[in-house]
Structures are given as C-alpha cells and as structure tokens.
C-alpha cells in the first residue's frame, strides 16, 4: 500500500500520517443520493394523477419502467464515483515528505509531493457549523517550491495535523542543517 | 408504425453508457487504490447492487410487450 500512494518511495521513509476527508464529508453525500433514490418511491405512493395518467398509456408505461431504471442505475454510478473520489483523496505525511493526491473526477488525478524541511508555514482552519461540531477543517502549508501551497482539504483534527507537521518541518530542517555541517 | 422497442434501444444505449462509466470506476478504484481487502469489498458491493438493480429492471422490462406500437392514450385532468 505505502508504494501505491507513496510514488519513489525513499530509504527508510515512513508514512507518519495518511489522511482522507472526514467521514463526515461523504455520509453527507450518501444521505444526498439516499434522498434522491427514496424521491420515486414517495411519488409512487403519493399515487399522483400524473403518474397514474402516465401508466395507463403503454407508451407512458415502458417509459416509466425504463426512466426509473436508468435513474436508480445512475445514481448508484454517481454516488459510487463520489465515494471513489473522497477514497482516492489522500494526503500523506512521511518522515521526509508531505504528498498531496488528489483525484479530480475520473480521469484526472494530481500527485505533488514537498520536503519536509522546506515547510515554512502551517495553517489550520476550522469554518462552519459542521466543521466545528464534527473537529474538520482545513491545513494550509506553505512551501518553498513550485507548488508554493498544500491544501488539506476536510481533515480530521486539523489543529493537531498542524501542529504535528509544524513539529515534523522543525526536525527535519534541524537534520539537514546538522548533516549539512557535519559535511563541512 | 414505430414500436415501443425504440424506447427499449435507447434505454441499452444509456446501459452501455452506464457500463463503460462503471469499468472505468471500478478500474481506478483498482489501480489507485490497490488490490486490497477493502477497495475489493468496496467492487463486489458495487457489482452486487447494481446487478440487484438490473435484475429487479428487467424483471419489470420482460413484462412489457416491446413490439406493441406506440399508442398516444393521455387523459388530461
């Protein structure tokens, strides 16, 4: 699993922290598509006159038989890519990297990765009600690279994710500075 | 006279649409998430429901008479 996610992985490098959107996030989602799965069978027996109207003619019969199929089908395939996309999300923290992945629909997925000493900055970021009730939220961490700002986005405990890495930045840049010298 | 089975066409076409979107799900799913326990609980409960759904829709599809012609028999409110 650690050389699935983690891409070159390095001597000794260990995985400190894997993290993924709060569940909170997708069951959000899942209640979502519930209600628009359960929506036909309110209607259904709501026994509306449109409906009832609509059965009678066999055009309107086939129709709701195969409009309600491919509904449900395709709810089921949206909610399952929902699910796949919050899955595949994941942002990692080892010993000597922070890796950001992230999947963006279906065919579109970014990896950038960053040393840990070049971590200058870390942000946490807790916003709305949901947010504070269920401890998720946002670290922003700034580098000095190309990719000048990670975002990790809806992650549990965001405060300590903060402060860990902040910790993890400051020993990594110790260790550099020492092995730097000891080359001296 | 047009029979009901143009609907039934369309309706495989959106089949096969909704058959490659899942190939592709489940294929990253794989490839990304890896051979594991989980990721292969998450597959075989995504082929269990939808092939429960495709069931339960041609169960109801075989009951129609597909070469029936098309009827417009609507009674406004």
């Known amino acids: 699993m650690f050389n699935l996610l983690v891409p070159n992985k390095e001597h000794d490098e260990k995985i400190i922290m894997l993290l993924r959107r709060h569940w909170f996030i997708i069951w959000l989602k899942i209640f979502f598509f519930g209600l628009a799965g359960i929506l036909p069978v309110i209607f259904y027996f709501m026994e509306l006159p449109f409906f009832n109207n609509i059965n009678q003619n066999n055009i309107g019969h086939a129709l709701l038989i195969l409009s309600t199929s491919v509904y449900y089908l395709y709810i089921w395939l949206f909610l399952f890519v929902a699910f796949v996309d919050y899955y595949l999300d994941v942002w990692i923290v080892t010993n000597k990297r922070i890796l950001n992945v992230e999947q963006h629909g279906l065919f579109h997925r970014t990896v950038s990765e960053q040393r840990l000493y070049r971590i200058q900055d870390v942000t946490s970021e807790l916003k709305g009600i949901f947010s504070t009730m269920f401890n998720y939220g946002t670290v922003h961490i700034q580098t000095a690279g190309e990719k000048a700002r990670f975002v990790f986005k809806e992650v549990p405990d965001p405060h300590n994710i903060a402060k860990k890495v902040m910790m993890m930045a400051e020993q990594s840049k110790k260790f550099k500075w020492v092995m730097e010298n000891e080359k001296l | ?77």
Not at chain 2, 44 to 54: E, G, N, R, W
Request: aromatic share 22%.
């Open chain 2, 1 to 77: 006279m047009v029979s009901l089975s143009i609907l039934y066409y369309a309706y495989l076409v959106l089949l096969f649409l909704f058959f490659i979107f899942s190939f592709f799900v489940l294929y990253h799913l794989i490839r990304f998430g890896g051979l594991y326990i989980g990721s292969l609980v998450m597959v075989a409960v995504y082929i269990f429901i939808s092939v429960m759904i495709l069931s339960i829709s041609f169960n109801s599809i075989s009951k129609v008479d597909w070469q029936e012609p098309m009827v417009i028999n609507y009674t406004l409110p």
